[in-house]
């Protein structure tokens, strides 16, 4: 049974930083390309990060620079290191898991950046 699970979502204020984790189970990680997406109300889920397994990082244009994408094929886990938040980065964030045509998600971890 394949199980993604998030964590470190949270309230945090602008400008501040979170970690966001995503432990996955039942599949060999590391031959998967782990990728965050997220959704705000009222919005399509899109594409944040993404690392294939080869460790190649690809990033949204609105999140580079601010945003870092890891893993530990060790742990069987993927990170979202996310500073400089702002209030438009207000969204659940859900961690993939993909290969070839088959894809796995996680149930969402909310973030939420106000004052």
């Known amino acids: 049974q394949v199980q993604l699970v998030e964590s470190g979502g949270g309230l945090v204020q602008p400008g501040g930083s979170l970690r966001l984790s995503c432990a996955a189970s039942g599949i060999r990680f590391n031959f998967y390309t782990m990728g965050w997406y997220r959704q705000a109300p009222g919005t399509q889920r899109a594409l944040v990060a993404s690392?294939?397994?080869?460790?190649?990082?690809n990033y949204v244009d609105s999140v580079k620079d601010r945003f870092t994408i890891s893993r530990d094929n060790a742990k069987n886990t993927v990170y979202l290191e996310m500073n400089s938040l702002k209030p438009e980065d207000t969204a659940v964030y859900y961690c993939s898991a993909r290969i070839m045509t088959r894809e796995y998600w996680g149930q969402g971890t909310q973030v939420t950046v106000s004052s």
């Open positions: 690392i294939s397994s080869g460790g190649v990082a």
